[in-house]
């Protein structure tokens, strides 16, 4: 299972648990939850071993991107640009 599948699975069950204004804190917290799961799900598969600082704008920057999307769209972002970091440190690490 893709990182995006798994974060959409999980989010899909955090909209199903809201029910009332209680749950609205609950499901806040578990969405930001499942949004950080989400981006060190990416960065293991995709950056092992970079800096955090550098996977976390790169998420960012995938986020910012394709967020209105779907999941998916942000893996893409993540993928390019993640590709592009490689890249520009390949010989570095």
Known sequence: MSAADKARA????????????KNLAAYR??????LEQFAHDLAFEHLPGH???VTSKVFDMAWEQGHSEGYHSVEQWYE????????AT????
Do not use: T, Y
């Open 10 to 21: 999980a989010n899909d069950e955090a909209n199903r648990a809201v029910r009332d204004v």
């Open 29 to 34: 917290q578990r969405s930001q939850e499942i």
């Open 51 to 53: 800096d955090p600082a």
């Open 80 to 87: 390019d640009l993640a590709d592009l970091v490689l890249l």
């Open 90 to 93: 390949k010989g570095q690490q």
